[in-house]
């Protein structure tokens, strides 16, 4: 069986985590098995991910931290990003990675470099990469975004005349609009604060998105 195959068995292609979705957690033994299987099955391939958005973080970051004095940006540090997110990828057992691994991976290295430096350059990087830092932030206006629209061309095809108290919205049409904004994991995003302040609950039972009037 490939790694597609085995993907879609133990994780399967909702987008949600098991915990969240209430399946019961693997137990060791298959743990082990999951773990042994990526180990020697899944070599993700980085054929497509933006080498470009990688360079200019590079160049970026060495600039602004040498301005301010700081511990500068090694090479070391754009290799330490390729391998996180061939890593996230290889946890999902995924064969390429994607650009949403790569943002992880440049997150996590980016906070870890920030903390090696002085208090003064620390606070500046984090001003100055807010950008980087926030990604998940900005993801989820957009996802609200396209809620919001989905709600409109509903309520559109019921009538202006037709009240109603909710909305069902179809995941799976969420799913696709969201991939379109290279957002492929919308656990955090369904659990957040953002989303239900913003007059949406997720169903998994039903698996529908809920907005209410």
């Keep these: 069986m490939g790694s597609s195959g085995i993907n879609a068995e133990y994780m399967g292609s909702s987008g949600i985590n098991a915990e969240y979705m209430g399946v019961q957690m693997l137990d060791q033994d298959l743990l082990r098995k999951y773990i042994l299987f990526s180990k020697k099955t899944v070599k993700p391939k980085l054929h497509n991910i933006d080498k470009v958005k990688i360079a200019n973080f590079y160049a970026e ?19 330490s990003i390729l391998r996180v997110a061939e890593a996230r990828a290889k946890m999902h057992l995924r064969d390429y990675v994607r650009d949403d691994d790569v943002d992880m991976a440049i997150r996590m290295v980016l906070k870890s470099f920030i903390r090696s430096q002085k208090l003064s350059v620390r606070t500046n990087l984090e001003r100055q990469f807010q950008s980087y830092l926030n990604f998940s932030k900005h993801s989820y206006e957009l ?26 919205l179809s995941f799976k049409d969420f799913q696709s609009k969201a991939a379109d904004l290279n957002v492929h994991d919308l656990t955090d995003f369904l659990k957040s604060d953002r989303f239900k302040d913003s007059g949406f609950s997720w169903d998994g039972k039903d698996r529908i998105v809920k907005a209410f009037s």
């Design 143 to 168: 996802l609200l975004h396209k809620l919001e629209t989905m709600v409109n061309d509903e309520t559109w095809y019921r009538g202006s005349q037709d009240a109603y108290d909710e909305i069902a």
């Design 61 to 79: 970051l060495r600039q602004k931290a040498m301005e301010g004095g700081g511990i500068p940006i090694a090479t070391r540090h754009i290799e």
